[in-house]
């Protein structure tokens, strides 16, 4: 007999611990940068690895889930997980960091190949998408809870292998959750034939959100991932601004249908482009109390980014199916990925610069993470752009519809 619930909860404890591992692994990066010796260059590299084991599995386990089952798929992530975090724990040097981060990410995309489909066949009708978006919900309110234990630990002189080893304990809590459970039965799926997703994929539209969402998806991950950098010496606690943008996040997501019924999917999607440009030219240009004002800007313009540009490809290419929606996300973990080295030469870049000018101590973080900020605003200026001309496109086809009709 299937326990659905039990099933449920493991879930919501898997993705806790993809969370844990975004916001600890973010929290100790200057512990890193110091103890290691590391470059912020490096460490957008094992950044890269997280980001880039997420989409491999995630592509993978999607095709295989309904020939070996999404239990398989869990074991996988568990071991993955497992290891990942305790080789982080006694890494020594660069390499193995760069390999426990690709297997902690691989465990993360399993997560997400096994636990959405299995929701959806678990539940039916409106209590699926209310259950879906209930499981959602945990990345940002993890990473949520995942910022305020790094910021606690660091508080109290805590080392960050001792930080690290706190993501165990979901990792643990879901292996038992679902240890022995009988999962659902898959359902036949609409679309599922796989030359109807390709055709629908190689589409104009497509093709065009695989570009949006590239970019939605480095403003959402690349700023934060680099919080405690950026905003060292801006008179604000970095974990702290980071907890506030998740928190918001996981409130803004727990109402988003409603706001979606109000201003449409596309609408959703310009808005929050032009909040996300306004936040991070906030967070760039301001210190003190001010940069929690620019982080709740920031953290209500990112909040809708993610699960409606995953609604617009089932609303406006659902012949694209499952598969289609996996090929999206896994483009903006990539692109993600692929930033992150890129993110961290500039911080290393704009420190020289700072360093040039005659400046040290906080003076020089101030100004190198500034500068970083202001190039990070350029990907979701772009958005606005783009989100404008797919905005009047849909309205235009829907009015066009009508009067078909």
């Known amino acids: 007999m299937v326990n659905a619930n039990r099933l449920f ?39 890269q690895m997280w980001f880039w084991g997420f989409p491999i599995s995630m592509i993978i386990g999607g095709l295989i889930y309904r020939t070996v089952g999404g239990a398989k798929i869990m074991q996988f992530a568990f071991v993955a997980h497992a290891i990942g975090i305790l080789l982080t724990i006694f890494a020594g040097s660069y390499a193995l960091l760069l390999i426990s981060s690709l297997l902690i990410g691989l465990g993360n995309g399993c997560t997400e190949a096994a636990c959405n489909p299995m929701i959806a066949d678990a539940y039916k009708g409106n209590t699926m998408s209310k259950m879906m978006n209930r499981f959602h919900m945990w990345f940002p309110g993890g990473i949520l809870v995942g910022s305020l234990l790094s910021q606690a630990m660091t508080s109290m002189g805590l080392t960050w292998q001792m930080q690290v080893g706190i993501i165990l304990i979901p990792t643990i809590i879901y292996a038992y959750l679902f240890f022995g459970q009988k999962w659902p039965e898959s359902r036949v799926e609409e679309g599922a034939d796989l030359s109807t997703n390709y055709k629908a994929m190689l589409t104009p539209l497509f093709i065009f959100i ?17 919080v405690p950098l950026t905003l060292q010496g801006s008179g604000a606690t970095p974990m702290l601004v980071m907890a506030l943008t998740f928190g918001l996040m996981a409130v803004a997501r727990y109402f988003g249908g409603a706001v979606v019924a109000k201003f449409n999917t596309t609408g959703v999607l310009w808005g929050s482009a032009i ?13 003190g109390a001010m940069v929690y004002v620019a982080a709740i800007v920031y953290g209500l ?34 692109m993600s990925g692929a930033v992150m080295p890129i993110y961290g030469g500039l911080i290393d870049k704009n420190r020289a610069i700072a360093a040039e000018q005659g400046l040290e101590g906080t003076a020089l973080d101030v100004l190198t993470g500034q500068m970083t900020l202001s190039t990070m605003t350029i990907p979701p200026l772009v958005l606005i752009v783009l989100f ?16 078909g009709h």
């Not at 879930?11 to 692994?25: E, G, P």
């Not at 617009?312 to 990539?334: D, N, T, W």
């Open 9 to 47: 909860y493991g879930s919501c404890f898997a993705l806790i611990t993809t969370a844990f591992s975004f916001s600890i692994r973010a929290g100790i990066m200057p512990q890193l940068e110091s103890e290691l010796g590391l470059s912020a260059t490096q460490l957008g590299f094992i950044n």
């Open 210 to 226: 695989l570009l949006c969402m590239a970019l939605t998806a480095i403003s959402e991950f690349g700023p934060n991932n680099w």
């Open 275 to 287: 909040l996300g440009s306004l936040g991070l030219f906030l967070l760039s240009s301001t210190s």
């Open 301 to 334: 313009g990112i909040a809708y980014f993610w699960p409606n540009m995953i609604g617009f490809v089932a609303q406006y290419i659902p012949k694209s199916g499952a598969l289609g929606m996996s090929i999206v996300g896994a483009m903006g973990m990539f």
């Open 388 to 403: 404008g001309i797919l905005y009047f496109w849909v309205r235009n086809r829907a009015a066009e519809a009508e009067a």
